[in-house]
Nanobody, 118 residues
């Protein structure tokens, strides 16, 4: 049974920072990408950032470029999302995900709430 467990969400003021972490277990994730998606109230889930298995390749949504940084943890099955200069429009439930590619996500985490107050 594959599990993705997110941590690090919470409430922060606009301009502040948060760091999300995700740990995968219960499967073999070699060559898989890991990434983050988010869903705001009344909106569809959207891509935020992704990182290759090796950590050498990253990809970001235009809305977070220059503010968010995705990285692999010390263990290959972990991924972090450093979020700086947060804006109210970043408020959403953030989901960790993994799969063969961003378009072929196989596993999702339960989500962690990020609320940015203006």
């Amino acid at each position: 049974q594959v599990h993705l467990v997110e941590s690090g969400g919470g409430l922060v003021q606009a301009g502040g920072s948060l760091r999300l972490s995700c740990a995968a277990s219960g499967g073999t994730f070699s060559s898989y990408v890991m990434g983050w998606f988010r869903q705001a109230p009344g909106k569809e889930r959207e891509f935020v950032a992704a990182i290759s298995w090796s950590g050498a390749v990253t990809r970001y949504a235009d809305s977070v470029k220059g503010r968010f940084t995705i990285s692999r943890g010390n263990a290959k099955d972990t991924v972090n999302l450093q979020m700086n200069t947060l804006k109210s429009e970043d408020t959403a439930v953030y989901y960790c995900a993994t799969g063969a590619s961003v378009a072929r996500i196989t596993y999702w985490g339960q989500g962690t709430q990020v609320t940015v107050s203006s």
